[in-house]
């Protein structure tokens, strides 16, 4: 067969709630519009942890956080897990990443034959939680509601260096592959780091908003008795306490977070234009890493199964899958089966391991195999935390905390916790059996803080004396860009220019 090249565009922290059949009407995404209109669009995606290496990790090998072993932004990515770049690149493909992924380890590549730019955080186990301490607020953590106090606009910061840095890359190496000589196919992964919080925008994208009718949340500020226990947690580790968020910091982060994500459809348009005037086709997939609950109920960013935290968008335009909306609950995990049969790259060697199933029988009108699992075991929790997502109930499960149970049909902000109603009874046992059948959970909290106790040691060791960062170093050979005297200028002049001259009709 011939193998497709393939594009994948990642965001990070883009609420999926704002996606209800691609990109609500309100939003001022061209780019992404015309992308959903030829796509295949899972309206009920779920990421697999809502956190940033957890999500990742698991996105890349289609295995839950339990199995990949990252449990956390500081836990490493083992160099023997196969990912969707390994599985490509041994079937022939080339294999590129512009952007985040947020490897932790010495390991930087994971099977990507080129990585384009460094990361935007650090691969050290520097940022490692502690479950014996899981009510403390964890000093060095960036999370704060102060970044919602200062949301606003700006013309440049550090997250607009990264990626305006990851499109221009990625716009470059489209051109690149379409002159390059090299026969094989692709596959590129252009991952950004907005809309993630700090909410801070460019002001043409913040005055696309200056009217927006969604700038407050569907659910105000609960009390905090109101809350569950893991949302508590959740507030102190993001410093509630000493930060009076009031109506207009709320308006304020969430415009920018918006414009934020007309912001990610110009840079991705860079990229899908490039692809468009070099004539390459490609499958094109469309995900987020994880949501943010944007203010809903008092929280901010992610680290909850809520909706808001932990659905995405997720949008695939392929041959052999139709376009349209599909309600069947999928999740992150499903992308690497995914991605292997599009490229006609079987999985057999691996598959008892893989947790996730392909969904090109989903695009197809096909029913989904088994329900979505999510995990969870990191900052702001004490115990990892388990959920399920099949038809409209969604189910949490902790040993530390309450169950909770949601019909996600008739209570789409889950305002109603039904775990004790007796009339949801039988789904609820039916739930739990199936978490019972996935989870130890009593032996994932051992591995886990197990896990936590040696990083603590290895990165007091490494930061004692001279510090080797594992942090990607990309490397350019200037001697063999654009013109040096081994080379020979017409030479350079008619192999980079696409197209080549005489090429167009008429010349």
Known sequence: MTRPNILILMVDQLNGTLFPDGPADWLHVPHLRRLAARSTRFVNAYTASPLCAPGRAAFMSGLLPRRTRVYDNAAEFASDIPTYAHHLRRA?????LSGKMHFVGPD?????EERLTT????ADFGWTPDYRTPDARIDWWYHTLAAVQVAGTAVASHQMDYDDEVAWHATQ???????????RPWCLTVSFTHPHDPYVTRPRYWDLYERCAHLDPAIPALALEDHDPHSKRILEACAWRACDIGPGDIRRARRAYFGNISYLDQKMGEVLEALEATGQDAV?????DHGDMLGERGLWFKMSFYEGSARVPLMIAAPGMAPGPVAAPVGTIDVTPTLAELAGVGLAEIAPWVDGESLVRLANGAVRQAPVKM?????ASCAPIVALREGPWKYTRCARD???LFNLHDDPHETD????????????AALRRAADAQWDLAAYDAEVRQSQARRRVVYEALRNGAYFPWDYQPLKIASERYMRNHMDLNDVDGVLRFPRFGTRSGE
């Open 417 to 428: 916790n039904r775990a004790a109603d007796p009339a949801c009874a039988d789904v609820r």
């Open 173 to 183: 190496k489209v051109y690149d592959l379409a002159r390059s000589g090299d026969a």
């Open 402 to 404: 309450p169950e909770q």
């Open 119 to 122: 990361d935007i955080y650090p």
């Open 375 to 379: 995990e969870y075991a990191a900052e």
């Open 284 to 288: 094109i997939l469309f995900v987020s």
């Open 92 to 96: 022939g493909y080339q294999t590129c």
């Open 108 to 112: 930087q590549l994971h099977g990507f």
